[in-house]
């Protein structure tokens, strides 16, 4: 788990005497993710996110210079301020603390004798070490899921770390901000995940991988996993509005596992997961719901399924390129609508004998009479693959 402003403050209260002046347990819970010592408040516009600030009071000189700081550290959805009392302000004005309150924003004293640098230095310390305790977590996490049986160590890691009795489960998600914004907006959506897992008392970790967000979850309830990824989602939606298509996410749940080894397992059914939900625009997809496209997803190599693709249907497409004709999607209407020539001639506007004739042409171009199960099964795959490939229209969609 990430350093929370609450740990921060557990750890920094007694050594530099700080006070909480105003809080609420949810902000506290926030990931920090560094501090900063600044009189102006425009340094603001640079944070990333979670940052705390701590200040002498020299450039606000007064209450109301201090309320246009809080009033912008608020805007800016920073983790907090800490005031140097004694100096240049020596209490924190009411309206000040009245304001934190109102929305959520934690506000601390810490006295004019306690060194402010060391304060910041003490604290970037802490945070760094948490970065790198949780980089080390994610590599020995990569490493057990691409080599189960053999990462060692990095098993023994994971297990020091984790209650392997409560078991695991990944979600996978992919987010799609604008190239422009790609490395604020990636770090943004980390935050998130890590705000919507902290008020949860299991461990977890947050990582990225294969350009995709991996949050392991150490507990296998799935109706714990729905509603931690369902307040993921209601975070973007209040925060971007829903319809904002550049930054749209997709979550993938995978299988829970009983035991750290078979964290490869959750993995990849996350990953089929994830992959349903971006092709067919669904913000939530769960493995265990997918059906028969659990196989189809779970095959991680495109070019053996474009393979497939073309050695069933390349008589129907080099006819289609040589004349013109649409009997590959006349094909596919077919076998969706389990034969009924009249459907096929009502969805594509033609007439019914003209589809039959057709058929008829198909079944000689594939040596195939389409007349069973059996022999329709191989084209069914051809279609779906190619769906899942985008080289094909979903008509089911």
Sequence with gaps: MALTLRELYNEMRERFHLRCLA???????????????????????????????VTTGYGAKDAAGLMRMVQRLNETKCSGLVINLG??????????????????????????????????????SRIDQSNQDMNRLARAAISVILSPNAAGTDRERLLDYFDNDAGYQMLVVFV???????????????????????????????FTYEQRFVLLLNQKDIAVTEEIAHT????????????????????????????????DAAYYSAVSAVRRAQLTHTDLVLFRDMGFYKLLYSIPDDDLMLDYYQEVMTPLLEHDRRHGSNYKETLF?????????????????????????????????LGNPLATHSDCLPYLLAYHIAVILKIQDDYEA
Aim: with cysteine.
């Design 87 to 124: 100096k240049y302000i020596t209490e924190a004005p009411e309206e000040v603390i009245q304001f934190c309150e109102k929305n959520r924003m934690p506000l601390f004293a810490m006295p004019w004798e306690f060194s402010v640098t060391a304060f910041v230095m003490a604290s970037c």
């Design 176 to 206: 799609e901000v604008p190239e422009s914004d790609r490395r604020l907006g990636i770090r943004r959506a980390e935050l998130r995940f890590h705000t919507a897992l902290n008020k949860w008392g299991f461990q977890y970790l947050v």
């Design 333 to 365: 209407r077919y076998l969706l609508h389990d034969g009924s020539l009249q459907a096929v001639a009502d969805e594509m506007y033609t007439h019914r004998n003209t589809v039959n004739y057709r058929m008829g042409r198909i079944r000689e171009l």
């Design 23 to 53: 809080s609420d347990n949810d902000a506290l819970d926030h990931v920090v993710t560094w501090v900063h010592l600044a009189e102006d408040v425009s340094i603001a516009d640079f944070f990333w996110g979670n940052e705390l600030l």
């Design 232 to 263: 993921v989602l209601d975070t973007y939606r209040a925060t971007y509005g829903y319809e904002e298509q550049d930054l749209r996410i997709s979550i993938g749940i995978g299988s829970p596992v009983k035991d750290v080894t078979k964290l």
